[in-house]
Nanobody, 123 residues
Framework: QVQLVESGGALVQAGGSLRLSCAAS????????MGWFRQAPGKEREFVTA????????TSADSGKGRFTISRDNAKNTVYLQMNSLKPEDTAVYYC????????????????WGQGTQVTVSS
């Protein structure tokens, strides 16, 4: 069992930056591959980026390439999402998720999910 808690969401102006954190707890949580997803109002949840358990592999959706960076600190059991050059269309609830297998963008394959953190980007 793994528990995930996201934090760092806020209201920010377009062009600004935010760093989201996802703190994991539970048995061998550092062995999980992690992903970030987001859900905007009235839209389906979508993949943002993912990182392998040791940080050696990452994959990202086109929407965030060049602006979003995923990283992890297994000593702290925390995964980060650094978001730069934010746009109003980045406004969403951001969720982190964990999987024992490398599933990348396959949202349905993630077993554990956090409750989400709200990111609002004003124009």
């Amino acid at each position: 069992q793994v528990q995930l808690v996201e934090s760092g969401g806020a209201l920010v102006q377009a062009g600004g930056s935010l760093r989201l954190s996802c703190a994991a707890s539970g048995r061998t949580s550092s062995n999980y591959h992690m992903g970030w997803f987001r859900q905007a109002p009235g839209k389906e949840r979508e993949f943002v980026t993912a990182i392998s358990w040791n940080g050696g592999v990452t994959t990202s959706a086109d929407s965030g390439k060049g602006r979003f960076t995923i990283s992890r600190d297994n000593a702290k059991n925390t995964v980060y999402l650094q978001m730069n050059s934010l746009k109003p269309e980045d406004t969403a609830v951001y969720y982190c998720a964990a999987s024992t297998l490398w599933v990348g963008a396959r949202m349905g394959e993630y077993r554990y999910w956090g409750q989400g953190t709200q990111v609002t980007v004003s124009s």
